[in-house]
């Protein structure tokens, strides 16, 4: 294994200037989890039911920790080095951990569909994120007065939709102009605690672990469902790694170190100070922090903080959509890059409006931050807990670190996984139900199209012929001027169009061409990678081409590239034969009856392939026929 794999390409930071890249990676990455401060504590607090001295450092001491063990250690030190040539997230991890099982088939089905479930969470987590970060900064309003009790609902989702209809520009320019305001809002926030902290340095004591530990031993049950809020400090860490083939490694770890750990500490200590002095403050102990003049222009920096924190999981989503699309998990759809420079920026538009749609219904649903609370936690630590199997893996398997050490750290980081995501068990029936929800709707789509592919691809490809045997009955069979071009899934047999075609048309034309698109396990193949070229007798040729599991294929492009393996192409002489076959319900089909409507709804509703592989529409000829599944 390369040292590019193990301890992964910063591309992004190769090709700019390292500044830029740091505020773009404020601006889009660490909204999420700088925004905690805004509801963690007082969902902890509402949990434990007291805000006595031992209450406070002992809540103080687990959030301080939970930072430190899964952001700092888990995920900016160690699973950032599980990047897949630059990209993160879970499919990405997947990915690199199915190296690890490539002689052992039935491992490599378990970690494809912890992958799968990983990424089903992931969704459902982005639902929830946008939805609890806007409105706890809204509800930031009513600690100034009561009036803007009827208000808060519709200025969060005039918010929200603000920030969906942005989308189209790209998480590029989106960063650049949110960057500059993230770092004041980590100014702000590290400013607002210090104070508090400096009248109460006592507080500093809860840094001792053994603060969180008493307060989890002397009330276990209550102490195990604090856990629950505890966890809202560390939910963005997941969306962090997702976003990582945006920005970069070094621009993630260089801000987090730099800006955003110490201002989340002192603002952490400082609402924890700030309790010690006022207990009454529990109401809202971030708000609380500012004086009375400041609340306004802190409701609107926190509004928009907010909104900005909402971007980290809608990018992390466009860039797993994008990734599973490319690894046969989800159909084909329309994907729009929106940067000339970073192939990592992109705009999935259907994406973007089933995620506002959820957004909306959460909002109007649980209509608090208090009831959202409830519903945060048990998709993201779900998907924390499954990272954490797949980078042992990995870093055993294919790394090569030895079992001890891979047993002390992944084993530490998955007992705290485990911890979090039983304790937002308990959240089930409040809310917590929301997020399995959408993530088991997911689960259910992606294996079914998954499963269904691998059915109709099977049904095909049992009434061809074996390409050999076809070419040398072809001598003498008719030709035409020009070029076609098959696209198919093997390049051993015959194409279903090229027989229908044959069949209907009684002829052949005089150059055929059978191209096959493959994509691997990386996210961008090398230009010296991207092309197989074999010439064939009778004017017959296949040609395969190489795309990373983040790249959109272009294949007029690539048949530009051709000429680099004497065969040269002129499009208007060129004809795309695809397939287009309609679904019919076999006897006996090994997919249930739902299971297959879905999948033909899936399927017929996909990009089509024209789109999705560029090809120029007045081009193509689609044949088929009728395919039972």
Known sequence: MSSDIALGRDQAGEKHALPPMVLGALGVVYGDIGTSPLYTLKTCFNVIGSTDARAIYGVLSLVFWALTLVITIKYVIFIMRA???????????????????????????????????????????????????????????????PLFENYVIPITLGLLLGLFLMQ??????VGGLFGPVMVLWFAVIGILGLPAI????????????LFGLDLLAAHPWTGFALLGGVVLAVTGGEALYADMGHFGRTPIRLAWFSL????????????GANLLANPLAV????????????????????????????????????????????????????????????IGQIFVPSVNRM??????????GFRSSDNLAAAYGIAVTGTMTITTILAFIYMRGVVGWSLPRV?????????????????????LVEGGWFPLAVAAGLFILMTTWRKGRGILLERIMSSTLELNTFIARSAGKPRVPGTAVYMTSRLDVVPVPLLHNLKHNKVLHERIVLMKVETTDIPREGAERCLEVCHLDANFHTVVVHYGFMEQPNLPKALKECRNFQLRFNLLETSFFLGHEKIIAAPNSSLSSLRRSL???????????????????????????????
């Open 168 to 173: 189209h520009r790209g998480s590029g320019k």
């Open 260 to 271: 955003v750990l110490p201002a989340l500490i002192l603002n952490y200590f400082g609402q």
């Open 83 to 145: 990047d897949n040539h630059g990209e993160g997230g879970i499919l990405a991890l997947t990915a690199l951990a199915q190296r690890a099982a490539l002689r052992r088939s039935r491992y490599a089905w378990w970690i494809a569909a912890a992958g799968i479930v990983g990424s089903a969470l992931f969704y459902g987590d982005g639902v929830v994120t946008p939805a609890i970060s806007v409105l706890s900064a809204v509800e930031g309003l009513k600690v100034a007065t």
């Open 407 to 427: 047993i002390a750290l992944f084993g530490l980081f998955l007992v705290v996984d485990l911890a979090f995501f039983s304790a937002n068990l308990l959240k």
């Open 599 to 629: 999948f033909i709804t899936l399927q017929n509703n996909a990009l089509s392939a024209t789109e999705f592989f560029r090809i120029p529409a007045n081009r193509v000829v689609e044949l088929g026929g009728q395919i039972e599944i």
């Open 198 to 209: 400096l009248h109460h340095p006592r507080i500093l004591r809860a840094l001792d672990p």
């Open 283 to 342: 109401d809202n102990p971030f708000f609380r922090l500012a004086p009375g003049w400041a609340i306004y222009p802190l409701v609107i920096l926190a509004s928009a903080a907010t909104v900005i924190a909402s971007q980290a999981v809608i990018s992390g989503a466009f860039s797993l959509t994008r990734q599973a699309i490319q690894l046969g998990y989800l159909p084909r759809m329309d994907i729009r890059h929106t940067s000339e420079t970073e």
């Open 355 to 364: 995620l506002m749609l959820g957004v909306f219904v959460l909002v109007v």
